[in-house]
């Protein structure tokens, strides 16, 4: 293959900016653009549509995916195991999204010889670090650059140069907010959500309905195996199709409106509002799930790696060695994840209400204040005079120096 030095790739959404930019870094690098427009659920228009419009923009190839079921299937799913919340709060939408993402951008420069990277992110935010450091951890040769931030692409740029070219693409229709979507959910900002105080208004869902009014609770039974799952209401799904329908049946109860102020990697607190109905009810029925099949040390530890790996993912580093450390071991703690959780979906809430499992640890036999207990409760005697020990000894000796508590 020949290796074009004088070719772009760049991460194309078939929006202003994204069109605009095939010219403008033709002209401002003299390279050839290739676009890549990746579909993670975002919705929208149709790949071939955007791929037209890469073209008339000037692109010399358009690259398109459909990465649905590779986004649900390799990075939805790791962090549904992982029950990954940022800040104990964020699915980690857009967290997700960016490594795929990267992925077939560094397919598509390698298939059409590109030597650089181009994103449409500004350099305020996570996204920018997420692609560079995703594309740099696989193609370590890529060069990286962001027109926005690097080329001087402004808004007012773009529109102007988008009337000039007579590009077919429509500037003047602005949306108030920033808005991130995928399979995984929502991701909603700017605007008058910079204001702290001010609340969301409706017209900034589209995954949930409010949750003030919701129709009548809907029952549903999440079968899982390996820690993913694989049926609903004993109807067998993909991932893909597991996140699509709860997302539409915990999205009709307003389960997963988040709205919240995190700490972005670049040191800015931003005004986030997410909506991720199916993530969020996926994750209480895993970690419910968990509950009853993962031994008591093991699903203690795995909770300290869930923060640390929701970071990590959080602040680009899907692709890093210790990530893949951690998933690993989280892989391992999965093989006895599988079983049945029951989950009523009501007025904003997926709620926990029965779990069965092969492979659980719950003993009903030692479990219950019934007839048929079969734990010997004469041996926590012992246990609790050892397990006690060390406190009893230091006690002891505060009182033996005068530092007693008084009692
Ligand atoms: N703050 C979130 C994150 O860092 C959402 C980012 C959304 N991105 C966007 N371009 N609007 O993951």
Known sequence: MSVHKDRVVLAYSGGLDTSVAIGWIGEQTGREVVTVAVDVGQGGEDLDVIRRRALDCGAVEAYVADAREEFAEDFCMPALKANALYE?????????????????????????????VAHGCTGKGNDQVRFEVAITSMAPDMDCISPVRDLALTRDVAIEYAEKHDLPIETTKHNPFSIDQNVWGRAIETGFL???????????????????????????????????????????????????????????????????????LVGIKSR???????????????????????????????RQMEQVWSDLVYEAQWYSPLKQSMDAFIEDTQKYVSGDIRMVLHGGRATVNGRRSESSLYDFELATYDTGDSFDQSSSRGFIEIYGMQSKLAAARDVRMGQGTGF
Request: proline residues 8%; hydrophobic residues 40%.
């Open 194 to 264: 910079e204001d702290l105080w001010n609340a969301p208004t409706k017209d900034v869902y589209v995954y949930t309905d409010d949750p003030t009014y919701p129709p009548l609770p809907d029952e549903v039974i999440l079968t899982f195996e390996g820690g993913i799952p694989v049926a609903i209401d004993g109807k067998s799904v993909t991932p893909l199709e597991a996140v699509q329908e709860m997302n539409r049946r915990a999205g009709a109860q307003g389960v997963g409106r988040i709205d919240t102020v995190e700490d972005r």
């Open 88 to 116: 104990n709060t964020y699915p980690l939408v857009s967290a997700l999204s960016r490594p795929v993402i990267a992925k077939h951008l560094v397919k598509a420069a390698r298939e059409f010889g590109a030597t650089t």
């Open 272 to 302: 986030e509002i997410y909506e991720a109905p199916g993530a969020v009810a996926l994750i209480e029925a895993h970690r419910a799930l968990e509950a009853v099949t993962l031994e008591r040390l093991q699903r203690r530890y795995k």
